[in-house]
């Protein structure tokens, strides 16, 4: 199946022929559909806080003794999907096909001094007319204009502050000085991007580094990964054979956001917060936005203090048949069961229940804010049931789910919340030692999708998503945050919502 022209590639990119023939047959295996127990509820599954509650966990994100703290951005995408709309209607205008006024790009040309991007200089004054919109959108994606179209998403300006404009990448920056310091007065921040973006994210961070350090009396520690092409996957044609160019090459693609966790597994901090580089607001947004950071951070940290009690716990009984270990092991199931909907097969040996117990405490831990669902798209937090026979937290995807199953479409009608991706991780065990992230990853929870390639089409393989499969054996815990926290900017025209305005 393989050239000697494979191999040699294959050396090249880090990986081998045996690791790419398992990913042709996970092709024609595919992947199991989850096993949802029922959605995450607030009656179940998820934490809705009073007032006073989050008030709490906030004061605790404050005042818990942490091993560094990071802002974890995944910011590899161009934003070609951002503008897909714009693309299209530049070229019906360009053959003389005008969509009109109500649409996208219509509405990107007459309210184009709305956008934080606008200059005069180079939009002129506005008008209801093909020739504008032509002008505007060429303008915006193309050179000698803003080249946006082929830019990274993250150094595209979102909002205007009188006469400052800041990209998504400087808002995040600014995010970070708000709940993310250290004790020593630094930010860190470690953003994925592609390796053809690093000098326009480099400029970006050295065009605001040293106006927001003196600002906000903080130093910024930036550091830009990249995800490793070994982590790429073969692309197969709609037979399942190997897809190749026409030159006869391979056809690898990235594997979503799920390889990312090579990323996130080299981050030193012990508190990380996850989000996404479109998820920013205007600044007068940011006091909602990071009280309900801390929220998260400070729930996080509670359950990271009750699981080490627990952990220490075990290590002092020393017989696990005697009373005070069964009272111990009692407790540990209850927390399991309440708080992180971790429900366990009976073990009736002493020594088993203790190691079954250690086992499920002893894991990297996340906290994931869930907003009510109001028809935005993505995942959502369902209660599945573990390999193990246990059950517990996850974050599921459509594509995961039994699509012909009468029990999960009544369970997936039942579902309340969706997942915005914003996430308090906690990377180090109750000894102080990093969690190897990689072991704790579900195989058997990837995606397949189709795709297409100079107009052939294409099956894809993607690895289980960072916040899905990736993260499938942690402890999971869910609060409700507020709608008002989630303001992605998936299309341009979204930058015209209330939360992206001043």
């Not at 990913?23 to 179940?44: C, H, L, N, S, Y």
């Not at 906290?367 to 937090?381: F, H």
Request: hydrophobic share 40%; charged share 25%; net charge negative.
């Amino acid at each position: 199946m393989f050239t000697q022209e494979d191999i040699r590639i294959f050396a090249e990119r880090g990986t081998s022929a045996p690791q790419v023939q398992k990913q042709v047959d996970r092709f024609k295996k595919g992947f199991p559909w989850m096993k949802i127990v029922g959605p995450a509820t607030p009656e179940r599954g998820i934490e809705v806080l009073t007032p006073s509650q989050a008030d709490r966990a906030a004061a605790y994100a404050d005042s818990a003794s942490v091993a560094g703290r990071c802002k974890f951005v995944p910011a590899s995408g161009a934003a070609s999907r951002m503008f897909k709309d714009i693309f299209s209607g530049l070229d019906s205008l360009k053959a003389g096909n005008d969509p009109g006024a109500d649409s996208p790009v219509g509405r990107l040309a007459s309210r184009i001094k709305d956008f934080a991007f606008y200059s005069e200089s180079l939009f002129g004054q506005e008008e209801d007319s093909a020739a504008y919109r032509l002008k505007v959108a060429d303008a915006v994606l193309n050179y000698p204009g803003l080249g946006y179209g082929s830019k990274p998403k993250g150094v595209i300006a979102f909002h205007r502050y009188g006469d400052e404009v800041r990209t998504a990448f400087a808002e995040h920056l600014v995010e970070a000085q708000e709940y993310m310091r250290n004790a020593d007065g630094t930010a860190s921040l470690t953003v994925t991007i592609s390796p053809e973006h690093k000098a326009l994210f480099e400029d970006a961070l050295e065009e605001v580094r040293a106006k927001f350090e003196s600002r906000y009396g903080i130093s910024y520690n930036v550091r830009f990964t990249f995800q490793d092409p070994a982590t790429d996957t073969v692309a197969v044609d709609p037979s399942g054979k190997p897809f190749r160019t026409d030159e006869g090459r391979l056809l690898f693609r990235p594997a979503g956001h799920g390889a990312l966790i090579y990323n996130l597994n080299n981050v030193e901090e012990e508190l990380v917060s996850i989000k996404n580089i479109d998820n920013v607001a205007h600044a007068r947004m940011l006091p909602v936005t990071a009280r309900w950071k801390k929220v998260l951070m400070g729930r996080c940290l509670e359950l990271r203090d009750t699981i080490f009690e627990f952990l220490r716990g075990l290590d002092a009984e020393s017989d696990p048949a005697s009373d005070s270990c069964r009272r111990l092991c009692d407790r540990i199931e209850s927390f399991l069961d309440r708080v992180l909907c971790i429900q366990l097969p009976l073990e009736p040996n002493p020594a088993d229940r203790v190691a079954l117990l250690r086992s499920k405490l002893d894991r990297p831990i996340r906290v994931c804010g869930m907003v009510r669902n109001e028809g935005e798209p993505g995942g959502g937090p369902f209660i599945i049931a573990g390999k193990d026979g246990s059950s517990n937290l996850q974050i599921l995807e459509s594509v995961q789910i039994d699509p012909s199953s009468p029990r999960s479409a009544d369970i997936l009608s039942r579902a309340t919340h969706f997942n915005p991706v914003d996430l308090v991780c906690c990377l180090r065990n109750y000894k102080g030692e990093k969690f190897d992230l990689l072991r704790y990853v579900d195989e058997e929870a990837g995606f397949i999708s189709s795709k297409s390639y100079q107009g052939r089409p294409l099956r894809a393989l993607e690895l289980p998503g960072l916040w899905n499969g990736a993260m499938s054996d942690w402890n999971t815990l869910f609060v409700e945050v507020p709608l008002e926290t989630f303001n992605p900017v998936k299309v341009v025209l979204d930058l015209l919502r209330p939360a992206h305005q001043a």
